[in-house]
């Protein structure tokens, strides 16, 4: 058993890193590349720095709270439809892609001098991640994301963390591919506010659908990409309402602003809760719903991460 998965199994309160994209979006003048995103931008002669100061100020969020931290690698779109629709070659760039960003957080964590810091190789869906009409059947996805999850694993993370996945065959899919590298994973759904995944699917089917077919099973699950209020509402649905969700439902990664992800979209600015009001939040689900893996998504920076540590590092 690795180190990640041991503090998994003691119930350790983890932080997480918080935004990535939209710091490059509304704290900096570097356009995001299309398609493949912020993988483009780790050997950037001006991006890449950007990249670990952003990372690093969620490790330095940890260090002042004297907490473990996951920080996730930038490989969002690192997989091959986008690749290919940026025009960037084939399978080979997909390891390169990946294999640099893994190399790039190796180098974060040890810079920092600190630990845990916990690397996640980031597997994103094959298509838009809030349209479940684009996802791939199981066996398709199996194959697809089976090249990025052996890259990043080839690579040297901790475990491989799937985010955002609209609908419920395409990630059983990804955790097969997850689950061939032998390493520990996570599966992360957006929930809408009646504890449904984006494709309907009660979030307490989709848990047991995946525990069944999947083998090994995920470590834990997660929501991500939505507000606290959302997801507070969804997790008291009878939907999201079982002692399954209740024993794998284990981490948080949540938006600043309850806006949609249309809505935020057409932003020119950051929008949502100051970081305390977040933190507060954040801390709410804690309480309610056990979660012990907190972090942040869209909107979020390292003011919303350092608010929720402290909270974290005071009761936890």
């Not at 597997?123 to 791939?136: K, N, Q, R, T, W």
């Not at 709410?284 to 390292?302: K, P, Q, Y």
């Amino acid at each position: 058993m690795g180190e990640f998965e041991a503090a998994v199994r003691e119930g350790a309160l983890i932080l997480t890193d918080g935004g990535i994209e939209t710091r490059v979006i509304f704290e900096t003048d570097i356009p995001l590349p299309p398609h493949v995103q912020a993988a483009a931008l780790v050997n950037d002669p001006t991006g890449g720095p950007v990249l670990r100061q952003i990372y690093g100020s969620y490790v330095e969020a940890a260090r002042s709270a004297g907490l473990p931290v996951i920080i996730g690698t930038p490989t969002f779109r690192a997989s091959l439809n986008f690749v290919r629709q940026a025009g960037l070659g084939e399978a080979e760039t997909v390891r390169l892609l990946n294999a640099d960003a893994v190399a790039m957080h190796r180098e974060i964590r040890d810079n920092s001098n600190y630990g845990p810091v916990y690397i996640a190789g980031v597997i994103g869906p094959s298509g838009d991640a809030y349209l479940p009409e684009e996802a791939l059947p199981a066996r398709q996805a199996h194959e697809y994301h089976g090249l990025q999850a052996e890259a990043l694993a080839r690579s040297g993370v901790d475990f491989l963390y799937a985010p955002t996945f609209p609908k419920v065959e395409e990630a059983l899919g990804a955790a097969m591919a997850m689950g061939d590298t032998g390493l520990p994973y996570v599966l992360s759904f957006v929930l809408e506010r009646d504890g449904r995944v984006l494709d309907g699917t009660p979030l307490h089917e989709a848990i047991e659908c995946i525990d069944v077919e999947a083998s090994p099973a995920p470590l834990f699950y997660s929501i991500s990409c939505v507000h606290p209020s959302i997801a507070a509402t969804a997790l008291r649905d009878e939907a999201a309402v079982s002692d399954l969700v209740a024993r794998r439902l284990y981490e948080f990664k949540a938006n600043a602003s309850p806006l949609s992800p249309a809505e935020l979209i057409q932003l020119d600015h950051p929008e949502g809760d100051d970081p305390e009001r977040f933190a507060a939040e954040m801390w709410e689900i804690h309480e309610n719903f056990g979660l012990r893996v907190l972090g942040g998504c869209c909107g979020t920076d390292a003011r919303h991460m350092r608010a929720l540590a402290n909270r974290m590092a005071a009761v936890g």
